[in-house]
């Protein structure tokens, strides 16, 4: 069956990194999209950053240009290093499979001094 693991997360001062990881099985990972989500308290879940299976990404507004995800098909794994963290990144991230048909656990991501 599809899995979906995430590690990574925890808690950073604003302005610092973290990198967060997807460590994916049960199905063939390089044919596939993959994304991260995020859910912040009393916020619907957004859609963080975009892999296709031919590696073109995308971001949502906020996060581009600190935050950048990238895929590693013979590991099966799909990573979103995240610089320049800001408190309102503060939320539970999640791995994807494509637009959400599958979600991992979520690790939480806490900006704050």
Same mark, same amino acid.
């Given at each position: 069956?599809?899995?979906?693991?995430?590690?990574?997360?925890?808690?950073?001062?604003?302005?610092?990194?973290?990198?967060?990881?997807?460590?994916?099985?049960?199905?063939?990972?390089? %044919? #596939?999209?993959? =994304?991260?989500? /995020?859910?912040?308290?009393?916020? @619907?879940? !957004?859609?963080? %950053? #975009?892999?296709? =299976?031919?590696? /073109?990404?995308?971001?949502?507004? @906020?996060? !581009?240009?600190?935050?950048?995800?990238?895929?590693?098909?013979?590991?099966?794994?799909?990573?979103?290093?995240?610089?320049?963290?800001?408190?309102?990144?503060?939320?539970?991230?999640?791995?994807?499979?494509?637009?959400?048909?599958?979600?991992?656990?979520?690790?939480?991501?806490?900006?704050?001094?």
């Amino acid at each position: 069956q599809v899995r979906l693991v995430e590690s990574g997360g925890g808690l950073v001062q604003p302005g610092g990194s973290l990198r967060l990881s997807c460590a994916a099985s049960g199905f063939t990972f390089s %044919a #596939y999209d993959m =994304s991260w989500y /995020r859910e912040a308290p009393g916020k @619907s879940r !957004e859609m963080v %950053a #975009y892999i296709n =299976s031919d590696g /073109r990404r995308r971001y949502t507004d @906020s996060v !581009e240009g600190r935050f950048t995800i990238s895929r590693d098909n013979a590991k099966s794994t799909v990573d979103l290093q995240m610089n320049a963290l800001k408190p309102e990144d503060t939320a539970v991230y999640y791995c994807g499979r494509g637009y959400g048909n599958y979600w991992g656990q979520g690790t939480q991501v806490t900006v704050s001094s």
